[in-house]
Antibody, heavy 119, light 107 residues
Framework: QVQLVESGGGVVQPGGSLRLSCAAS????????MHWVRQGPGKGLEWVAF????????YYADSVRGRFTISRDNSKNLLFLHMNSLRPEDTAVYYC????????????WGQGTLVTVSS | AIQLIQSPSSLSASVRDRVTITCRAS??????VAWYQQKPGKTPRLLIY???KLESGVPSRFSGSGSGTNFTLTISSLQPEDFATYFC?????????FGQGTKLETK
């Protein structure tokens, strides 16, 4: 079955960097676009970034553009989110999510990894 | 960027009630609208995509409708396991976005 497992979260100081990973299994990873979505403590869902199946395009939320970079390694079924210049407002659970094959909604989500930006 | 406004933000209801949540977009979305359910401490679950299409495994008491800028999620007969937070989402163009959520609570 489809599994998405995030890792790499932790506590980081403002201005610091972190790299999140998402390990995918149970589907042909290299055939699907992938997303990162975050959820601040007690808050709603915020879409963060997208990468096409072939890495030909990436898109970002205005709040992270220029600071975050999404990438993937299709040979290892891995999705990444490189986060630089982190701010306290980036504190959230970060989920990776898979494009549905029948629409551009998100049919599978990982369990999330918590990023805390605090001094 | 396209904004999505859900209403109400919270809703108290009882088992077997019919419940409707609305989602209004700042511009037309064609059919690029989905609904998700999230329970506390859990991952979001896709319920509805393309406005009205039911995701596999989702009970038929859930339904979606709407067009243009106005969309609704309806639960025809609320069950105990349906008390959760619901989010609408658009995927019409980047950046994608979600509504702020509707928390469905027991009356």
């Amino acid at each position: 079955q489809v599994q998405l497992v995030e890792s790499g979260g932790g506590v980081v100081q403002p201005g610091g960097s972190l790299r999140l990973s998402c390990a995918a299994s149970g589907f042909t990873f290299g055939s699907y676009g992938m997303h990162w979505v975050r959820q601040g403590p007690g808050k709603g869902l915020e879409w963060v970034a997208f990468i096409r199946y072939d890495e030909s395009n990436q898109y970002y939320a205005d709040s992270v553009r220029g600071r975050f970079t999404i990438s993937r390694d299709n040979s290892k079924n891995l999705l990444f989110l490189h986060m630089n210049s982190l701010r306290p407002e980036d504190t959230a659970v970060y989920y990776c999510a898979k494009d549905a094959w029948k629409s551009s909604s998100f049919d599978y989500w990982g369990q999330g990894t918590l990023v805390t930006v605090s001094s | 960027a396209i904004q999505l406004i859900q209403s109400p933000s919270s809703l108290s209801a009882s088992v077997r009630d019919r419940v409707t949540i609305t989602c209004r977009a700042s511009q037309g979305l064609v059919n690029a609208v989905a609904w998700y359910q999230q329970k506390p401490g859990k991952t979001p679950r896709l319920l509805i995509y393309d406005i009205y299409k039911l995701e596999s495994g989702v009970p038929s008491r859930f339904s979606g409708s709407g067009s243009g800028t106005n969309f609704t999620l309806t639960i025809s007969s609320l069950q105990p396991e349906d008390f959760a937070t619901y989010f609408c989402q658009h995927y019409y163009s980047y950046p994608y976005s979600f509504g702020q959520g509707t928390k469905l609570e027991t009356k």
